[in-house]
């Protein structure tokens, strides 16, 4: 291994996340061809769109999905022969029965159909043809998990048969449906609004083979750019659910500054609020605005202090559903803008019986003043972006097939991006495709085990089969029987190095400890957090490259391997970025300090960071591994841009080191 130290002059020089031309929903008409109540889009060699509207009712605005259609017009022929409509492109060919529903019961001789070739095998697909071998996506939350649950799953872009679909009629797992944007032409926010036909087909056949990859990166240009976060996100969050107190955050904040533990986050969850329906500051509801004064009595001047002398970002944690309560700050400003905004007000459709003024976010005057009165205050004295946590109902109250995850995501990140003074992101869970543009995801609440643990790189690699690359886990397991496992929290540490986001949390019970100092083996733990932040400058890279390309930072080892078995069998371990492979230990070594694990390294050199070793691939091989060690591998040729030591991302180094591993051509654009 060769370590070079460069010392980089950066004269003016900066790369920025372009905004290219503005989205457009609508195709061009010559990639539009229409045959009584079909109309079909060609988008791409692999990818059409199929539509059947009895009504002819077709839609060109945008949808929670597809946000922009109008591509490149591909090379293609149409052909009318024999009853027959024949679409063909240089992947594809498009067979559909003159004036039919395109959904039959003839398997044999279907109405529509589409033929492509799959490592020169043919493949044919029909509307509502079953595909036992999709490599799945996402899902809305672990909350509540433990171990293996994927068959919470939902079905992800990708198919070891080949092909895939997005039906954008078919209910997602929270029941709701991918609804349709109005543009607002004034520069606003996009509002939802339902189908013109409610009845019509509307799908997209993706069929990419095994090039997986192109398959992402057309996905993106049709259904939005997997954002790219602030750098300080890549950092080290500390976060627990736990009633804690102005004093006690800036004990936390400046034992962990003492004890020189980089961090760039601290996450302020529930208790910051008071209780909106009372007033009182002993306990609070779900749903809050207010700060509680008896536990932070100077929000404004702990925010200045986190942000000046700490150079840390902060979030509240919201729990939106119940509304506004009447003693809230601002409850009577929002009450009388809201009574003036709703053309249609009724004194009973405003608030409940108790006065508490309805949450009703599917309203855009209620966005409005909403946002104006109760949350920009908050932002005004500093707070970075919002954690949106928890609902009580999964479908909107006020909109018909509305998701209330995908939409409270929706309106957070876009509002954000539309105050123009940071790049936008939220924390919250999934809600359904079309959520990669709404980044950073909160898997939510799954158990301290082994096996929960073990289940998360598997979990997290898929999501990129969707676009979902900015997973963020409850790293140690959020709840917890029995006493604190010292081995399973620095396990789950190290695995957090290489995902997306790093923070430890925890529920509110006072058996389980996050603070990484009271654990005997703390100078592991804190190695780990050091490695997270020298890696910094390769991870940043990798966002960006997810941005160009929409494939994640974390993605399963199929992307690059898609025709060898082991790409699919070794679930456990993952590519990370382009250069690093992962295989992180997810179970204990019983008290002997030694943990084995079967790793498939493919063809070429690999070598293991931790051991220095230098080993040949195209093979599994079973490797040992102390607790301080971490099982991760730079591919041969990979140069890997390191920080030197730091303790937070607000200031650049001057000095970077140049990791490079021999034995082929390699480069690396920082």
Not at 160 to 167: E, L, T
Not at 171 to 178: H, I, W
Not at 190 to 218: E, N, S
Not at 454 to 483: C, K, L, M, R
Request: proline share 5%.
């Amino acid at each position: 291994m060769i370590k070079k130290h460069v010392l980089l002059s950066i004269l003016g020089l900066f790369i920025a996340c372009t905004v290219g031309a503005q989205d457009n929903s609508m195709a061009d008409e010559k990639a539009i061809v229409k045959s009584g109540n079909m109309r079909f889009t060609v988008l791409t060699p692999e990818m059409i769109r199929i539509e059947y509207s009895a009504k002819l009712q077709f839609e060109d605005r945008a949808s929670f999905v597809v946000i922009n259609r109008h591509l490149p017009v591909p090379n293609f022929t149409q052909e009318e022969r024999d009853g027959y409509l024949y679409l063909t492109t240089d992947k594809l060919e498009l067979r559909y029965k003159l004036g039919t529903y395109p959904v039959s019961n003839d398997r044999c001789n279907p109405n529509l159909q589409i033929t492509l070739d799959v490592n020169g095998v043919e493949e044919v697909w029909y509307p509502g043809k079953q595909d036992p071998y999709n490599l799945k996506g996402t899902t809305r939350t672990l909350d509540r998990a433990e171990g293996d649950v994927r068959e919470w799953l939902e079905n992800g872009l990708l198919s070891r048969v080949g092909w895939a679909v997005i039906d954008e009629r078919e209910p997602r797992k929270d029941g709701s449906l991918s609804l349709m944007f109005e543009r607002d032409t004034n520069g606003g926010m996009d509002w939802v609004a339902q189908r013109k036909d409610t009845a019509a087909l509307d799908m997209y056949f993706m069929g990419y083979g095994h090039d997986y990859k192109k398959a992402l990166g057309d996905f993106t240009k049709i259904a939005g750019k997997i954002p790219l976060p602030p750098l300080y996100v890549f950092g080290y969050w500390y976060s627990k659910f736990q009633r804690y107190t102005e004093q006690d955050m800036r004990d936390i904040v400046n034992e962990i500054r003492l004890r020189d533990i980089p961090m760039d986050v601290l996450v302020i969850d529930m208790d910051w609020h008071r209780n909106g329906k009372t007033g009182s500051t002993d306990g609070t509801e779900w749903t809050g605005w207010s700060w509680n004064k008896a536990l932070f009595p100077d929000p404004a001047g702990f925010i200045s202090w986190l942000h000046d002398e700490q150079n840390l970002n902060t979030t509240l944690n919201l729990h939106p559903a119940d509304g506004v309560f009447p003693k809230e700050d601002n409850y009577d400003a929002l009450y009388a803008d809201l009574a003036g905004r709703y053309s249609d007000i009724k004194a009973d459709s405003l608030t409940n019986e108790d006065g508490t003024i309805r949450w009703n976010i599917e309203n855009k005057d209620f966005y409005k003043a909403f946002f104006e009165h109760i949350l920009r205050p908050h932002e005004n004295i500093g707070v970075d972006f919002w954690w949106v946590d928890w609902q009580q109902w999964m479908i909107a109250q006020n909109e018909p097939n509305l998701g209330n995850t995908f939409w409270l995501n929706h309106v957070f990140f876009n509002d954000k991006k539309l105050q123009a003074k940071n790049r936008p992101f939220i924390f919250h869970r999934w809600g359904g495709l079309g959520n990669h543009r709404y980044p950073i995801g909160f898997s939510g609440d799954s158990e301290a085990t082994f096996s929960s643990l073990a289940f998360q790189p598997y979990f997290t690699a898929t999501a990129s089969n969707v676009g979902y690359g900015y997973w963020s886990h409850d790293i140690g397991g959020h709840n917890q029987e029995g006493a604190n496992d010292a081995e399973l929290y620095l396990r789950w540490i190290q695995y957090g190095v290489f995902s997306p986001i790093l923070r430890t949390h925890a529920t509110a019970a006072g058996h389980i400890e996050r603070r990484i100092w009271k654990y005997a083996n703390f100078e592991q733990m804190r190695d780990a957090i050091y490695l997270r932040y020298a890696l910094i400058p390769y991870i940043y890279t990798m966002a960006r490259w997810s941005y160009d390309t929409g494939v994640g930072m974390c993605r399963p080892m199929y992307y690059d391997y898609p025709e060898a078995d082991e790409a699919y069998r070794y679930e456990g371990q993952y590519m990370f970025g382009n250069d690093i492979l992962v295989a992180p230990v997810t179970s204990s070594d019983k008290g002997t300090n030694v943990s084995e694990k079967d790793i498939w390294l493919p063809e070429g050199k690999w070598y293991e960071v931790m051991t220095g070793e230098l080993i040949d691939g195209g093979s599994v091989v079973t490797r040992s591994f102390t607790r301080e060690q971490i099982p991760y591998y730079y591919r041969e040729g990979a140069i890997i841009p390191l920080y030197p030591r730091m303790m937070h991302l607000k200031k650049r180094p001057e000095t970077l080191t140049l990791q490079f591993t021999p034995g082929a051509r390699g480069e690396f654009i920082l």
